[in-house]
């Protein structure tokens, strides 16, 4: 079964440092990868996903990720954190087009001024 | 488009009762699925309804039952409430069927068991 695993439940970052949120995953197909944003008392938001092609995905708000299969990883990175990016973002999986979406525990970004 | 929308937004409840929370998706959705969302386990799959079907389903035991409309609004219900059921349940529905439909969720629906 596929499972997701988010390494740091929290990360802080100074605004204007680099963001890297990990994300490493167990699946037994090529999978579908996602990460998704939750705002303070607001739903998830869809950022970017992961289906075919291109390994390098580039998402909403200057956030993007690299599918590395060798590693199992799907690390979520953005060059310049604002601090509008405080939340809490959710990496998941699915192992077909009509499965079921697996999310991660979630890490909560903080960023510091 | 309106958005999703989950009511209530807040629920108080005691151990033993039942409750039914109720998700209306964007207009022309017609999947919707439902996760719990625990500070521990973070967002876990409960299930997804299409086209009136449960098309999907996580590791919940059958206290936690839902169904969805003709009209596709879905409806959760939580038999018998336990202390550890307290949780905001999520609600998000996509155009079609699974992971490849983008999901767009509710704002939920916070559950305080007592």
């Known amino acids: 079964a596929q499972s997701v695993t988010q390494l740091g439940s929290h990360v802080s970052v100074s605004e204007g440092a680099l963001v890297l949120l990990r994300c490493n995953y167990s699946?037994?197909?090529?999978?579908?990868l996602f990460w998704y944003v939750q705002y303070p008392n607001q739903g998830l938001q869809l950022l970017l996903k992961?289906?075919?092609?291109?390994?390098l995905v580039k998402g909403i708000n200057g956030f993007e990720a690299e599918f590395k299969k060798s590693e199992t990883s799907f690390h979520l990175t953005k060059p310049s954190a604002h601090m509008s990016d405080a939340a809490e973002y959710f990496c998941?999986?699915?192992?077909?087009?009509?499965?079921?979406?697996?999310f991660g525990k979630g890490t909560r970004l903080h960023i510091l001024p | 488009k309106a958005g999703v929308t989950q009511t209530p937004r807040y629920l108080i409840k005691t151990r033993g009762q039942q409750v039914t929370l109720s998700c209306s998706p964007i207009?022309?959705?017609?999947?919707v699925s439902w996760y719990q969302q625990t500070p521990g386990q973070g967002l876990q799959f409960l299930f997804e309804y299409f086209s009136e079907t449960q098309r999907n389903k996580g590791n919940f035991p059958g206290r936690f039952s839902g169904r969805q409309f003709s009209n596709s609004r879905s409806e959760m219900n939580v038999s018998t409430l336990e202390l550890g059921d307290s949780a905001l349940y999520l609600c998000?529905?996509?155009?079609?069927?699974?992971?490849?439909?983008?999901?767009?969720f509710g704002p939920g629906t916070r559950l305080t068991v007592l």
């Open positions: 992961y289906t075919t092609g291109a390994t």
């Open positions: 998941a999986v699915s192992e077909s087009w009509g499965d079921k979406i697996i």
């Open positions: 998000a529905s996509s155009e079609g069927q699974g992971a490849l439909h983008e999901q767009f």
């Open positions: 699946s037994s197909v090529p999978p579908y």
């Open positions: 207009s022309g959705h017609r999947s």
